[in-house]
C-alpha cells in the first residue's frame, strides 16, 4: 500500500517562505511523477507543479518563480519550497504520485496572512 505524508504547512504572513515535503512509503523512483495540488474553500483542486522522474518540473503559471519543487530520492521525499507568499496561496496542498495508480496524501494546510 502506497502512502504519501505530507507535512510543513502552517500560518505565515505575506511574503513569508514555507516549505512542503512529501514523504513516500516506497521508493519515488517507482513513480513517473509526482505533483503538489491545491485546493481553496470553494474551489476545485488546481495543479501546483510536478516532477517527473527525470528532474523535468513544470509549474503553474501563479507560482511560476516563487515556488520550486525538487525532490530527494534517498529520503523518498518530494519538497515545494514555497517563497514570497500572498493570502492567495490559501489552501489545503496534496501531495500525488502516479505510477500503475494515482495516490495522494491527506493534505497540509498553508494559510498566509497578517
Known amino acids: 500500500q502506497v502512502q504519501l505524508v505530507e507535512s510543513g504547512g502552517g500560518l505565515v504572513q505575506p511574503g513569508g517562505s514555507l516549505r512542503l515535503s512529501c514523504a513516500a512509503s516506497?521508493?519515488?523512483?517507482?513513480?513517473?511523477?509526482m505533483g503538489w495540488y491545491r485546493q481553496a474553500p470553494g474551489k476545485q483542486r488546481e495543479l501546483v507543479a510536478t516532477?517527473?522522474?527525470?528532474?523535468?518540473?513544470k509549474y503553474a503559471d501563479s507560482v511560476k518563480g516563487h515556488f520550486t519543487i525538487y525532490s530527494d530520492v534517498p529520503k523518498n521525499t518530494v519538497y515545494l519550497q514555497m517563497n514570497s507568499l500572498k493570502p492567495e496561496d490559501t489552501a489545503v496542498y496534496y501531495c500525488?504520485?502516479?505510477?500503475?495508480?494515482?495516490?495522494w496524501g491527506q493534505g497540509t494546510q498553508v494559510t498566509v496572512s497578517s
Open positions: 500525488n504520485a502516479k505510477a500503475r495508480g494515482s495516490y
Open positions: 516506497i521508493s519515488i523512483s517507482t513513480f513517473y511523477v
Open positions: 516532477i517527473t522522474s527525470g528532474d523535468n518540473t
